[in-house]
């Protein structure tokens, strides 16, 4: 089964400094994705990032950028520049094996807070 | 475009009763896929729905069910409430049912129906 760990369950960051989340996860499929989601306390999880296993090149989406190492199996996301709206829940998450891209499995969650 | 809207946002039942929650996707998203968030589970995969057909179910007590009505909004029910089921519900939908990420795109999510069990 697909597990993900997320080993911070809180980070405190100055804001416009940039900011690591951590995500290491473990599958026996060969072809896969990791996510990231957003969670802000109305609830609504907000994509951020995809990262496919055979992109030869780290994803990057405006602020957000992938540290994918596949070896090690670990896809850190990376904050530049954080902002007070970046204070959330950050879930990293893989598709469950044998569903689809639309069913995944969650990490516990990082909760970040930035501080003005 | 309107999100992913779900209904109600709050609701407080009792043990034993049955609670039915709705979910209207992104218009021409027909998949749509229910989500458990509790402090202690995190974040598990309920089931999820494509053309009015469930295709796939978590790991689940049969107390859950859902359906999917030609329009593609969606509803879950929850019989025989117990105290665990206290939980956030969150709806996601997506524009096909199948395929990769780069194919289909994302789930959306709405933000949640919060269900307190009393």
């Known amino acids: 089964a697909q597990k993900i760990t997320q080993t911070q369950p809180g980070m405190f960051v100055q804001e416009k400094e940039a900011v690591t989340l951590d995500c290491t996860y473990d599958t026996s499929d060969q072809s896969y994705g990791l996510f990231w989601y957003k969670q802000p306390s109305s609830g609504e999880m907000i994509f951020l990032i995809y990262q496919g296993s055979y992109d030869e090149q780290n994803a990057t989406e405006g602020r957000y950028s992938l540290n994918f190492q596949k070896a090690r199996k670990s896809a850190n996301l990376v904050i530049s520049a954080s902002q007070l709206g970046d204070s959330a829940m950050y879930f990293c998450a893989i598709p469950i094996s044998n569903f689809g891209n639309e069913k995944l499995t969650f990490g516990t969650g990082t909760r970040l807070t930035i501080i003005p | 475009k309107a999100g992913v809207t779900q209904t109600p946002r709050y609701l407080i039942k009792t043990r034993g009763q049955q609670v039915t929650l709705s979910c209207s996707p992104i218009?021409?998203?027909?998949?749509v896929s229910w989500y458990q968030q509790t402090p202690g589970q995190g974040l598990q995969f309920l089931f999820e729905?494509?053309?009015?057909?469930?295709?796939n179910k978590g790991n689940f007590p049969g107390r859950f069910s859902g359906r999917q009505f030609s329009n593609s909004r969606s509803e879950m029910n929850v019989s025989t409430l117990e105290l665990g089921d206290s939980a956030l519900y969150l709806c996601a939908s997506r524009r096909t049912g199948s395929g990769s990420y780069r194919n289909t795109g994302e789930l959306f999510f709405g933000e949640g129906s919060r269900l307190t069990v009393l």
């Open positions: 729905y494509f053309s009015e057909t469930q295709r």
């Open positions: 218009s021409g998203h027909r998949s």
